[in-house]
């Protein structure tokens, strides 16, 4: 029989996955504002981390308010905490997904990325989403190997992003230095995005195994 | 007569206070190592983060110990999230610092910044320190004048930020797209810092007068 506690419990892990995927989303479609310099999409991405935001304070509320209540131990505190670091590494990839959105508005009408990187950035937008979708798997189904993919993707973003600086820094880089800050800046924001994606698979890890979670 | 519950709350309080010395410190530190270009002093806010982290993960389990132990309602559960909240924003400061000292590592011997603009980074190291130093302040005093302080000095931050890219994207920028790639993720990162540091203010804020905080 279930009871109030585990129900509460399950309901808060609803909202981290329904957070993962909203992320996940933002991040896709702020990589397509930034490619193809769409406004509306970037406003689109920028107003929906409302919802993001309003999701991690809920979580946060619920998760102390259970504490409380229920005065859980060991594993089941435990539980509660992980979910705690969770929703902030969630918040956080919200915030960069934006962060992408802003630059392709803050460029517009022009594009921020030339024809030549598109595919880079293209590959650097899917890959975060496919990183904080499988983060939200994780979330859910507590499976500690599918945790350990998303270690392996995070070393294909790193490549991509490599590439995107390598490209930049050539001698015969033709689109200045303008162009070069805001891709690496775009760059950045994706490494991190996918690093909050990481280690919010590896706090679940952690909850599983008892390793303990390297934290950068 | 003081409880076991407040003296636990106040030793908190002074973990913070504490967290905010160490990345006012780290930050101040990886300044100089990115303007003399001095390797032992970059490793050394490398290897310091450590000590904020562990900090961090000690406010994590002492509060939500204290939550479980104590069941607190209302003001004093709100005291105690948003320690929570605060410590985070603590701890992603200090891994900003240490981005700066790895900069400062990866570009060694060769400095980051040139002659011209070590000024403005040295500015923005300075009002860094300083934010996350008044912060402290904030998170011991409780004191709603000093957090609104923090809005200003961070104005000050976003004006260094415009210069140093004014700076970089004149058309006269003699010192390539690498150098401008580093520089601009280095204001990246004491923009960031800085805003973190606001954050802290403003949950103090927040909990004194009940005004909701803002989040970015």
Request: proline content about 2%; overall charge negative; hydrophobic content about 45%.
């Amino acid at each position: 029989m279930r009871d109030v506690y585990h129900d509460e419990l399950d309901a808060i892990t609803d909202q981290l996955v329904e957070m993962t995927r909203l992320v996940g989303e933002a991040v896709s479609l702020a990589t397509q504002a930034l490619l193809t310099s769409d406004l509306a999409i970037a406003e689109s991405v920028i107003e929906g981390d409302e919802a993001v935001n309003l999701l991690h304070e809920n979580v946060e509320f619920r998760t102390v308010d259970l504490i409380a209540r229920q005065q859980p131990v060991a594993g089941d505190l435990r539980a509660l905490t992980t979910g705690l670091r969770i929703t902030s590494d969630l918040e956080r990839s919200g915030d960069l997904a934006v962060h992408v959105a802003k630059l392709a508005r803050r460029k517009y009408p022009a594009c921020a990325v030339p024809g030549e990187l598109q595919g880079t950035v293209r590959e650097m937008g899917a890959v975060a989403a496919e990183i904080v979708n499988k983060a939200g798997d994780v979330v859910k189904s507590r499976d500690a190997d599918r945790a350990a993919e998303l270690e392996r993707d995070d070393d294909v973003m790193d490549e991509l992003h490599r590439t995107l600086l390598r490209t930049m820094l050539a001698p015969e880089w033709p689109y200045g230095v303008d162009t070069a800050i805001d891709l690496a800046l775009a760059g950045r924001y994706y490494e991190r995005f996918a690093d909050h994606a990481v280690a919010v698979a590896r706090q679940v890890l952690y909850l599983v195994t008892g390793e303990s979670a390297v934290r950068g």
